[in-house]
């Protein structure tokens, strides 16, 4: 799609439409202009650019409500959008409106004793674990982009993070949902309940739907107590199939106190160190890989730094830790993260990136790592592996930097072929395509190789039960016929 002409990515709606629509939003949430609507036509890695005929910003979920219900009376496609920041061009428009929900940004309640908290969509994420904070709970969904993604988008993707061994996926900190459905109808379910055996668990429907079903407005989320002592360790380990023996050591050894365990290879180490500014390598010696866990209590006294000195120790004794660094102190737990959560955007001053976000069985990790490496290096001369990811869950990041001084052009080319091989593999270890970032509109011709029939059916069923028009997202998620 051409970039350079604004005029080719404009749509026109029908003056009875604009005229409603306007009057249900207001001069506050309505966009029209070609350089304010910009930014929600690209989306986060510039694979895909959108067009629309205006975005809409609701104030309230009586708003989304006419705003969907207008639509859907004159078949406009809308695409509901949070923090625009998912990676697979789940959001990107390809005509009618975009709905964003940045306006309906309140924390309705908050419920100490019951441990939830009632947010409306359009909420930061970091502001959602500001909020618990405040009254001594933890919210423990966290990711890179939680200073600009949005609860509602999160919840639309399942987004996954960094402490997903411990306490799940996002659809797992949901108790209940508020959704405008494609009809203009709005289903309450904001239950805030943790035993409700009464029929079909319809909030699931929607969590993971990336907007195709209805458009989430508020949930009711799950809250925890806030860890009193806090432990972050770094340790440097010869192999992958070291970093899974590890992770099966301080697991036997932490319990349900292991909150986070990541692993990253030299190379993406050394992309942050060189261009992302105040990041330093805590050890003297380069390292093949290297393990970052958090262990948390939300015991005040819990003894978890004997716990990962003794577990470390045990580790550098049978050969899976060749060295390990402790925070002594929140400053230095903050710097050895910072490595960690700053590899995306290291990783763009390398030139072009091809971006896997696979899922293996953690004891095939290794494996996988092995097989992928050996075949994206065969297929592709000089390509260089910037692997990372959530090892405690099995997912890994399996980015590919392209060769120095290649074309990036002619290298992203290549993006399909590439992801291919690394795609058959994961698959032929019992894993998935997509871990955490969803289908959007890049993966479905994946989804359809790789669903069964059967799994696409009910799919397709769900799909025409819920928005029978095709207006929700349309284009997303489910492959073409």
Request: glycine content about 10%; overall charge negative.
């Amino acid at each position: 799609m051409d970039t350079t002409n604004p005029s080719q990515h404009r749509v026109t709606l029908p003056d009875e439409c604009v005229a409603a629509l306007k009057a249900a939003v207001g001069a506050k949430g309505w966009i029209d202009d070609a350089a304010r609507l910009e930014p929600y036509l690209m989306e986060e890695r510039g694979r895909f650019r959108g067009r629309c005929a205006a975005v809409l910003r609701p104030a309230s979920t009586a708003e989304v409500a006419d705003v969907v219900r207008i639509c859907a009376g004159h078949r406009v496609p809308i695409v509901a959008q949070g923090g625009n920041t998912g990676l697979v061009g789940g959001a990107v428009p390809d005509g009618g409106v975009v709905v964003a929900l940045d306006r309906l940004n309140r924390i309705r309640a908050i419920d100490v004793v019951n441990r939830t908290m009632t947010v409306e969509a359009g909420v930061i994420l970091g502001e959602v674990q500001s909020a618990a904070a405040e009254v001594g709970a933890l919210f423990p969904l966290s990711l890179a982009a939680e200073g600009s993604c949005r609860i509602g988008g999160n919840l639309a993707t399942n987004a996954g993070g960094i402490q997903v061994l411990r306490y799940g996926n996002a659809r797992d900190l949901v108790l209940g949902l508020e959704v405008v459905l494609a009809d203009g109808r709005v289903w309450d379910g904001l239950t805030a309940l943790r035993k409700n055996n009464t029929g079909y668990d319809l909030k699931q429907l929607f969590l993971g739907s990336e907007g195709t079903l209805g458009i989430i407005t508020a949930a009711v989320l799950k809250l925890f107590p806030q860890p009193k002592v806090t432990e972050t360790a770094l340790a440097a380990v010869p192999s992958v199939d070291a970093a899974v023996q590890l992770y099966r050591r301080i697991g036997d050894a932490a319990g349900d106190a292991l909150a986070a365990f990541e692993f990253m290879a030299r190379l993406p180490m050394e992309m942050c160190l060189k261009h992302i500014a105040g990041t330093i390598d805590p050890f003297d010696t380069a390292y093949p890989f290297y393990v970052l866990m958090k262990l948390t209590s939300p015991r005040a006294g819990d003894p978890l730094r004997e716990t990962i000195e003794t577990a470390l120790a045990e580790a550098f004794e049978a050969g899976t830790v060749l060295d390990a660094v402790i925070a002594s102190n929140e400053t230095q737990a903050a710097q050895l993260w910072r490595m960690r959560e700053s590899i995306p955007e290291a990783q763009k001053h390398e030139g072009g990136s091809i971006k896997n976000d696979v899922s293996v069985p953690i004891s095939r990790v290794a494996a996988f790592m092995d097989r992928a490496t050996a075949a994206v290096t065969a297929a592709l001369p000089g390509i260089r592996v910037c692997a990372f990811g959530h090892i405690g869950d099995g997912n890994v990041h399996f980015n590919l930097s392209q060769p120095p001084g290649a074309d990036r052009a002619a290298y992203l080319a290549e993006w399909e072929r590439i992801e291919a091989l690394v795609t058959a593999i994961a698959h032929d270890l019992g894993g998935s395509f997509s871990a955490e970032h969803g289908i959007g509109r890049l993966k479905r011709g994946t989804l359809r190789q790789y669903k069964s029939a059967v799994e696409i059916d009910l799919m397709r069923r769900i799909k025409q039960a819920l928005d029978p028009d095709d207006i929700m997202n349309p284009g997303k998620v489910l492959p073409s016929d």
